[in-house]
T-cell receptor, first 114, second 116 residues
Framework: DGGITQSPKYLFRKEGQNVTLSCEQN?????MYWYRQDPGQGLRLIYY???????QKGDIAEGYSVSREKKESFPLTVTSAQKNPTAFYLC?????????????FGPGTRLLVL | AQSVTQPDIHITVSEGASLELRCNYS??????LFWYVQSPGQGLQLLLK??????LVQGIKGFEAEFKRSQSSFNLRKPSVHWSDAAEYFC??????????????FGGGTRVLVKP
């Protein structure tokens, strides 16, 4: 079955530590996205990538980094510069077209700070 | 800048009753509009989308939404709610010309509780 997988489901970060969230898709989509979800605030875009080896900052990129070395993979690193990392992180993918195409979401990773 | 407002944070509805979730958007051109549903601790599932054409859009799980340009609204409706519809619902807006990397802007969500 085609889809998006995110791992781990839960992730714990110690102060000063960098952690990496995995996102893999086998939908053959070119575009991938990372969102952060906090209660009552909906989803906010962290980074997005429309093609391999290229990515753009979203609305809240500070304290995060990404890479896009393969079409299937778009890992997100939460760095120690992100002072409030506790949130639910969602990865999505889409086929870039003439406009905003439908984005398909993974099951999410919940990041907690120890 | 594009934005989405979902005025109702929580809605409680009895099973079998009708449901309407409000969504108001701000966008400078013809919007692409989406409704997603999220069960607790899960990712988002697309319910329906509007790009152009008929302003009444049918989706999965018996949901429909109506695009009203004059009111900048895209309200979601279901005639008869089932207990399994208890979830959080998100409205989102994007653009037709690939502007800003085809970014979606989401509303804050409406949590739906279903009473037996």
């Amino acid at each position: 079955d085609g889809g998006i997988t995110q791992s781990p489901k839960y992730l714990f970060r110690k102060e000063g530590q960098n952690v990496t969230l995995s996102c893999e898709q086998n939908l053959n989509h070119d575009a991938m996205y990372w969102y952060r979800q906090d209660p009552g605030q909906g989803l906010r875009l962290i980074y997005y990538s429309q093609i391999v080896n290229d990515f753009q900052k979203g609305d809240i990129a500070e304290g995060y980094s990404v890479s896009r070395e393969k079409k299937e993979s778009f890992p997100l690193t939460v760095t120690s510069a992100q002072k409030n990392p506790t949130a639910f992180y969602l990865c999505a993918s889409s086929i870039p077209g003439q406009g905003t195409e439908t984005q398909y979401f993974g099951p999410g990773t919940r990041l907690l700070v120890l | 800048a594009q934005s989405v407002t979902q005025p109702d944070i929580h809605i409680t509805v009895s099973e079998g009753a009708s449901l309407e979730l409000r969504c108001n958007y701000s966008y400078g051109a013809t919007p692409y509009l989406f409704w997603y549903v999220q069960s607790p601790g899960q990712g988002l599932q697309l319910l329906l989308k509007y790009f152009s054409g008929d302003t009444l859009v049918q989706g999965i799980k018996g949901f429909e939404a109506e695009f009203k340009r004059s009111q900048s609204s895209f309200n979601l409706r279901k005639p008869s709610v089932h207990w399994s519809d208890a979830a959080e619902y998100f409205c989102a807006v994007g653009g037709p010309f690939g502007a800003a990397g085809n970014k979606l802007t989401f509303g804050g969500g409406t949590r739906v509780l279903v009473k037996p």
